[in-house]
């Protein structure tokens, strides 16, 4: 089992920037696929991005592409979210996921461990 802790979310005005951490224990983080999903208020959660084990693999929502860059440190056992040209839509919980079979996916539903969460808001 992995355990998973987000961070770095928080308030922040459109058209600015946050970077959000998700620390990894519990398991060889150099053997997990992760991703990033989330959930607004009243919505199923989505996908957002995933990076393979390697990190040379990656894949966006199209919400997102071109704006987010999704990043992992095996050394660190950190996977990372940089959100650039937040938009109020972008609010959400934001929650990292890892997926012990080396190959990410885009489907939550074959993530076996998630973290707890990091809100994200956006004003206008």
């Known amino acids: 089992q992995v355990q998973l802790v987000e961070s770095g979310g928080g308030l922040v005005q459109a058209g600015g920037s946050l970077r959000l951490s998700c620390a990894a224990s519990?398991?060889?983080?150099?053997?997990?696929?992760m991703g990033w999903f989330r959930q607004a208020p009243g919505k199923e959660r989505e996908f957002v991005a995933a990076?393979?084990?390697?990190?040379?693999?990656?894949s966006y929502a199209d919400s997102v592409k071109g704006r987010f860059t999704i990043s992992r440190d095996n050394v660190k056992n950190t996977v990372y979210l940089q959100m650039n040209g937040l938009k109020p839509d972008d609010t959400a919980v934001y929650y990292c996921?890892?997926?012990?079979?080396?190959?990410?996916?885009?489907?939550?539903?074959?993530?076996?461990?998630w973290g707890q969460g990091t809100q994200v808001t956006v004003s206008s």
């Open positions: 996921a890892a997926r012990p079979a080396g190959i990410f996916s885009l489907r939550s539903y074959e993530y076996g461990d």
């Open positions: 519990g398991r060889t983080f150099s053997t997990l696929a």
């Open positions: 990076v393979s084990v390697s990190g040379g693999l990656t």
